[in-house]
């Protein structure tokens, strides 16, 4: 075991790079995302983004927004009740950005695949509609015989489908609590964080809280992504802002929208990275630029409760940062 | 009797989606009305519902109002499980085992093919091209539509949105109909009623088309006809269907905290 924890921004100078395959999107639309590591991609100006998102929230539409996305694949694109995705729509529509439509099954599926080293995995959905007929990626190829070949099942006889399995170059993962060697214990769904942590060639965690490892060993069965398998652990608070982490603080209502309407438009997308990507220096600042009293609303959640188990074991910042130190000293 | 009820075109929708929904049954939502249909079938008449989202959300009921999406604080602060797509969408949606889903559509069909990928002008032709407005695509609704034993397709009645033929198929209804889905051989037997602002669409025998089933007490024939872009077929017993009961509706409104149902 050896402490993981560094910065973000030398997590994203260490394991990001223009063109990779980069996946994130950890729960639906609204949950818990890594949209810091997405933000800190953008101050680092990486480019030419193969976007692999379960579910889109955010973190793709802005980066599809600022274009540093010009491919991606993914199941749900949209912000839910928010409304749908302008900046994501805006790429799309307009060229900038090939989007290749999947089911949220199928993502799931794709990646427990490329965990297994599955050459293929059979499709019994997606199958038989215009997700298997037309592809974003090869769209002279119709019907589709790419994107989700026919196959025969070899027991039954029947034609079925092959998804292509999937395995990221990096996953910036956001959990709730993480050790500093990078056991981490997700509180909410998991979406497909189990079988991406598994996928992902490389794993960096952002959590919202840094435990000791005694919280680690008094909940083992808990936790879902063990540290063996983890590159990195970067330490944000509020890293899945404006969405919610449950347990930790509830969705910015206020932020989401506003957030969505700025990527509606090429200003709006600017203004947007000027104020709230290109604004803060550090986790301090970050929480100014929130908002204090903002900070105290959202973590007011009627779901804090769910953290009541591990609060004794929580680091505190100083504690995190001479951890962090530490690592870099190295 | 008393007066005549003050509901909206959505609440009845609601109501006549929770009215599909059986006690006991194992039953997926998605985010929005269609969830608010499901929760008020469980406060109403389904106690023993058994609920889930795609997330892996399960046991919950909103509190607070609307959850803003699956994964909402406002459904995870009471729930039983949260375990994960696999799971949901997995374990319980394609293996089969799932006995009814709700879903929304930009776009349906006259088989009950649904599209919530995008607008295209025109058909989108040999090629691929981008549409010229991205809807949030597929989700998990491609996933239901495929393994829910049978699923209800919940969408406000305008001609744009009921086509002769989808653009684009993001979730499989009978395809081009008669036995087409079945040589799919999914597990999930397909859409058994297309519930609109105005009324209950159900599928024909045989053919698997959807015809008028009924219309609700503000509706009418015309009215749907006209808002139908496809030459639809009344079936012989068609009837209007019973308007919101006192009890419903202050059972749907329990849900709808917020009203989202409300806003006319």
């Known amino acids: 075991m050896s402490n993981k924890l560094i910065s973000l921004a030398e997590a994203v100078r260490r394991f990001s790079w223009d063109g990779m395959q980069y996946a994130s999107g950890a729960a639906l639309p609204i949950g818990s995302d890594a949209i810091i590591f997405g933000r800190e991609l953008l101050r680092q100006k990486r480019k030419d983004l193969h976007a692999i998102f379960h579910c889109s929230g955010q973190q793709l539409n802005l980066l599809a927004a600022a274009g540093a996305a010009t491919k991606a694949e993914c199941g749900f694109a949209a912000l839910e009740v928010v409304g749908f995705a302008n900046g994501l729509r805006r790429a799309v529509e307009s060229g900038r950005l090939a989007l290749e439509d999947f089911s949220n099954l199928a993502m799931t599926l794709r990646l427990l695949g490329g965990a297994l080293n599955w050459p293929f995995v059979p499709a019994t959905v997606n199958i038989g509609s215009d997700l298997q007929d037309r592809s974003a990626f090869s769209p002279d190829d119709y019907p589709a015989r790419s994107k989700i070949p026919a196959v025969i099942d070899p027991f039954s006889g029947k034609t079925i489908g092959a998804f292509c399995p999937l395995k990221p170059d990096v996953a910036a993962i956001h959990v709730t609590l993480a050790d500093a060697n990078g056991n981490a214990i997700l509180i909410g769904t998991e979406w497909s964080r189990y079988e991406l942590s598994r996928a992902a060639k490389k794993v960096v965690l952002i959590a919202d809280a840094i435990v000791d490892p005694a919280c680690i060993r008094q909940f083992p069965n808990l936790v879902r992504i063990p540290d063996i398998i983890v590159d990195a652990v970067v330490y944000w608070p509020f890293g899945a802002w404006p969405h919610s982490s449950p347990g930790v603080y509830d969705m910015d209502e206020e932020h989401m929208f506003f957030m969505n309407k700025a990527l509606a438009s090429e200003q709006g997308t600017a203004d947007y990275i000027r104020d709230f990507v290109q604004n803060y220096s550090d986790i301090e600042s970050y929480l100014d630029m929130i908002g204090r009293d903002k900070i105290k609303t959202l973590s007011a959640s009627n779901s804090s409760f769910l953290l009541d188990p591990y609060r004794r074991w929580i680091l505190t910042p100083q504690d995190v940062a001479s951890l962090t130190a530490r690592d870099l000293a190295a | ?264």
């Open chain 2, 1 to 264: 009797m008393s007066a005549a009820l003050d509901y909206t075109r959505q609440e009845m929708m609601a109501i006549a989606t929770g009215r599909e929904i059986r006690d006991g049954e194992l039953a997926i939502f998605g985010v929005g009305l269609s969830m608010l249909a499901g929760f008020f079938a469980q406060a109403n008449h389904a106690p023993n519902l058994r609920s889930m989202t795609e997330g892996g959300v399960y046991g919950a009921t909103p509190v607070g109002g609307l959850p803003w999406g699956i994964e909402c604080n406002r459904l995870a602060v009471n729930a039983t499980s949260f375990t994960s797509a696999l799971d949901a969408l997995g374990f319980l949606v394609a293996s089969g085992r799932c006995d009814v889903g709700v879903i929304g559509a930009a776009q349906v069909d006259k088989f009950g093919n649904v599209n919530t990928t995008g607008v295209w002008d025109g058909e989108i032709g040999p090629h691929y091209r981008a549409p010229k407005t991205r809807l949030p695509g597929a989700g998990g609704a491609n996933d239901i539509a495929c393994g829910a034993k049978r699923f209800i397709v919940m969408v406000t009645h305008e001609p744009k949105r009921f086509a002769e033929k989808a653009t684009y198929i993001s979730s499989p209804g009978y395809l081009d109909g008669g036995l087409s889905r079945a040589k799919q051989g999914f597990v999930g037997g397909g859409p058994s009623a297309i519930i609109t602002t105005l009324g209950i669409l159900r599928p024909e025998p045989d053919t698997n088309e959807f015809v008028l089933d009924g219309w609700f007490p503000f509706s009418s024939v015309e009215e749907i006809k006209a808002n139908t872009g496809w030459a639809l077929r009344v079936a012989p017993d068609a009837r209007e269907i019973a308007a919101p009961s006192e009890t419903e509706l202050a059972n749907l409104r329990k849900v709808d905290e917020t009203g989202a149902l409300r806003k006319k």
